[in-house]
């Protein structure tokens, strides 16, 4: 049903590959959402109130906050599909990172205060009384979160927007709560029982919502403030770096997330200090262009000329790298180099050190690299860098 709607109020063929169609993609989920959730916080209210059950009310209440959830999706879908400006020169995506922790807000809210009005239930709310016509439309209420879940799902996958992937479990959530009332609803009519089953009911409710929440507010705050590239993203990388002529290896490897769809990337790829600086450039520049082509990243590559085929070096290089993976397994090294003297010999490279490693650790071991550097030739001295892997494990 999603795809005939969008083909009929969006677009005339399934693509979602320009900022344009992006921004009305997400626009028009979160329209859809309003309208869905404002039906059925109209009709869980009506039925909260005839059946007097805290458990509906409650669930009635938290699709008006989805309401307001989605009002958010649709706001922000505008404002971060705006072009990037002087001010903003990196875009204004992650407005829909802002959005969907305001969405996780409302629903933190929302669960807060139902969890609070379930637990006055537990002393004061009567014994609610339900119809058969009142579980079925509970029931179909069920059935269309779970059409929102499904579409939210969908189009999430096509723009890669945050918002709509914490819609999408927002209305798992309600639909398994839902679920949960009814569950409730039936037990109290079959099986009449000496506690307030509504109100335990109420409480769980609430508690699932707090639950979904949470997720969305952790998952956002972490896009805040900056995650690792997926692993699918660098390989690709990767394997696009590798295809170029002359390239030999590649280090620092940088992917800055400003929102869906505006990624920028840097890296240090590693070419024999012997080639041409011409054809490099021209090498690297059409690596920029396939990796913006292929993988929509802004990507900018730095050149670092590594001493290939000298023994001497080559030489140097596998003794220290033995010495690095037997002082700690987890460190590893690049751009490594050597100025030559007679009475002094500098190893100068970058150490990789994982964030698993303490700063103490990191002490204890390059002392220990130098140590046992210096044992193989009293004339070596190390000149270490510590970097750090921004790469996702």
Known sequence: MIRFLLSRFVYSKTTADTPEMRTRLTFFAGILGILCNLFLFALKLVIGM?????????????????????LVAAISARLAGQKPDAEHPWGH??????????????????????????????????????????????????????????YNRYIAALTDAAVLRAAAADSLGDALSS??????????????????????????????ILRCGWSIAHETVDLL???????????????????????????????????????????????????????AHEVVDALEVRIYNE???????????????NDYVDGLRHAVNEI???????????????????????????????????????????EEIRRRVTALDPRFRTVIKLDTDYTAK
């Open 93 to 150: 995506g992650r407005l829909e990172y802002v959005a969907s922790l305001i969405v996780s807000f409302l629903i933190l809210f929302v669960g807060i205060e139902l969890l609070r009005s379930s637990f006055s239930g537990l002393f004061t709310q009567a014994a609610p009384q339900f119809s058969v016509i009142s579980l079925c439309l509970l029931g179909a209420s069920v059935l269309v979160k779970l059409w929102m879940w499904s």
């Open 324 to 366: 690095i993976n037997e002082v700690h397994p987890s460190l590893s090294m690049h751009d490594f180099r050597i100025t030559d003297g007679e009475n002094r010999i500098n190893l100068i490279f970058d150490l990789l050190v994982p964030f698993s490693l303490t700063a103490e650790d990191s002490v204890r071991a390059v």
């Open 50 to 70: 005839l059946s007097h059950s805290v458990a509906i009310t409650s669930d009635a209440f938290n699709n008006l906050s989805d309401a307001g959830s989605s």
């Open 295 to 309: 993988l929509g990243i802004t990507a900018v590559i730095h050149t670092d000329p590594v001493t290939v085929g």
């Open 225 to 279: 403030l900056g995650t690792p590239a997926d692993r699918e993203t660098t390989d690709a990388l990767a394997e696009i770096l590798m295809s170029g002529d002359g390239i030999i290896g590649y280090h620092d490897l940088l992917v800055h997330d400003y929102g869906p769809g505006r990624k920028f990337a840097s890296v240090h790829a590693e070419i024999p200090d012997t080639a041409d600086i011409r054809h």
């Open 179 to 208: 679920s949960v009332v009814i569950v409730s609803a039936v037990l109290g009519m079959l099986l009449p029982l000496p506690i307030p089953l509504d109100a335990i009911m109420g409480i769980l409710v609430s508690l699932m």
